[in-house]
């Protein structure tokens, strides 16, 4: 059984500086691609950033120069830094991970969410 579990997130004013972490616990052989998604009040669920087990990133437009994704593969964690917040980026915030388990082989795996407000 593979398990994502978000923490970070909370109340913060416009300009202020948050930090999202998502780890994946469970039976991991690897884990791929991890990236974080967004899903605000009556909108639908949109791409953030993701990064590669290379490291490699991409970013929404939205929040490009403003947040950065990384990742330690050793604790199969990813961190979401977002500097600069906007009230627009209030939001329920999502991990998702693509994991290889030793018991289910590879599967797409969402976290449970963790709430983003920002205060104008």
């Known amino acids: 059984q593979v398990r994502l579990v978000e923490s970070g997130g909370g109340l913060v004013q416009a300009g202020g500086s948050l930090r999202l972490s998502c780890a994946a616990s469970g039976t991991i052989f690897s884990t791929n691609a991890m990236s974080w998604y967004r899903q605000a009040p009556g909108k639908q669920r949109e791409f953030v950033a993701g990064i590669t087990s290379g490291s490699s990133t991409n970013y929404a437009d939205s929040v490009k120069g403003r947040f950065t994704i990384s990742r330690d593969n050793a604790k199969n964690t990813v961190y979401l830094q977002m500097n600069s917040l906007k009230p627009e980026d209030t939001a329920v915030y999502y991990c998702?991970?693509?994991?290889?388990?030793?018991?289910?082989?590879?599967?797409?795996?969402w976290g449970q969410g963790t709430q983003v407000t920002v205060s104008s």
């Open positions: 998702n991970a693509q994991i290889y388990s030793l018991i289910g082989g590879l599967k797409d795996y």
